[in-house]
C-alpha cells in the first residue's frame, strides 16, 4: 500500500554537525509534506512543511527538501544540538486539506556533546 | 505547549475493560484527530470530527468508537480491551487557517493487563 517511510531507523552526531534525515515517499500524488519532532514521553510536534509545488523550504536551523522526481524528502538540521535528540517523523497529506497524515516510522536523532 | 489538552496521562486497566479518553483541542479548532502509536505500528491514523461530525476513519477497530461534542472536547471510547491495545494515544487539532497542520497533545498512555 502507500505509505511514508524512513531511510534509518537512527542516526547518531555529535554536536555542531548537520544532521540530515531522509523520507520517502510512494504516492506522487501527495500534495503536503510536514516532518515532526517527538521527544521521550511528548506528542510529536511541528517542525516545518513543504508544499509539493515547492522543492526547498528553509526555517530556524532547519530546511527541508523535496526531490518529487524520485519522491523523497529530506530535513537538514544544521548545527545539531543535544536538544535536537528525538524521534523525527516526516508525514503526508494525501487528500483534501483536514484530512489525515499519515506518518512514517520515525528516525532516532541522537546527539552526543 | 501545543494547546492540545489530553486527559489521563496514564491509564492501567485489565483486559475485557472500557476506557475513555478525553481531548480538549487548541481554543477554536474544529478538527480533532485520534492517533494510535505503537512500538511496532508508529502513528496510525484512526478517526477524525469536524465541527461534531465524523469526517475521516482510518484503522479504527469497531470496539472503538469517538465523539465530539458541542464544545469541541473529543472522547475516544475503547473497549473489550484487549493486551495489544497497549499504546500512546494521541489527540491532534487543526484550525480551519492551516488544515494540513495538526497540533499534538501529550497523549495517553494505556496499558492494558
Known amino acids: 500500500g502507500e505509505s511514508v517511510g524512513l531511510h534509518l531507523p537512527t542516526l547518531s552526531v555529535q554536536e555542531g554537525d548537520n544532521s540530515i534525515i531522509n523520507c520517502a515517499y510512494s504516492?506522487?500524488?501527495?500534495?503536503?509534506f510536514i516532518w515532526y519532532k517527538q521527544e521521550s514521553g511528548k506528542g510529536p510536534q511541528f517542525i516545518i512543511d513543504?508544499?509539493?509545488?515547492?522543492d526547498k523550504r528553509q526555517g530556524q536551523r532547519v530546511t527541508v527538501l523535496l526531490n518529487k522526481t524520485v519522491k523523497h524528502l529530506s530535513l537538514q538540521i544544521a548545527a545539531t544540538q543535544p536538544g535536537d535528540s528525538a524521534v523525527y517523523f516526516c508525514?503526508?497529506?494525501?487528500?483534501?486539506?483536514?484530512?489525515?497524515?499519515?506518518f512514517g516510522k520515525g528516525t532516532t536523532l541522537s546527539v552526543s556533546s | 505547549d501545543s494547546g492540545v489538552t489530553q486527559t489521563p496521562k496514564h491509564l492501567i486497566t485489565a483486559t475485557g475493560q472500557r476506557v475513555t479518553l478525553r481531548c480538549s483541542p487548541r481554543?477554536?479548532?474544529?478538527?480533532v484527530y485520534w492517533y494510535q502509536q505503537s512500538l511496532d505500528q508508529g502513528l496510525q491514523f484512526l478517526i477524525q470530527?469536524?465541527?461534531?461530525?465524523?469526517?475521516a476513519k482510518g484503522n479504527i477497530l469497531e470496539r472503538f468508537s469517538a465523539q465530539q461534542f458541542p464544545d469541541l472536547h473529543s472522547e475516544l471510547n475503547l473497549s473489550s480491551l484487549e493486551l495489544g491495545d497497549s499504546a500512546l494515544y494521541f489527540c491532534?487539532?487543526?484550525?480551519?487557517?492551516?488544515?494540513?497542520?495538526?497540533?499534538f497533545g501529550a497523549g495517553t498512555r494505556l496499558s492494558v493487563l
Open positions: 491532534a487539532s487543526s484550525d480551519s487557517g492551516s488544515l494540513y497542520i495538526q497540533y
Open positions: 504516492n506522487s500524488a501527495s500534495d503536503y
Open positions: 513543504i508544499r509539493s509545488n515547492m
Open positions: 508525514a503526508e497529506n494525501m487528500g483534501l486539506p483536514g484530512t489525515a497524515l499519515i
Open positions: 481554543s477554536g479548532d474544529l478538527s
Open positions: 470530527y469536524y465541527n461534531g461530525e465524523e469526517r
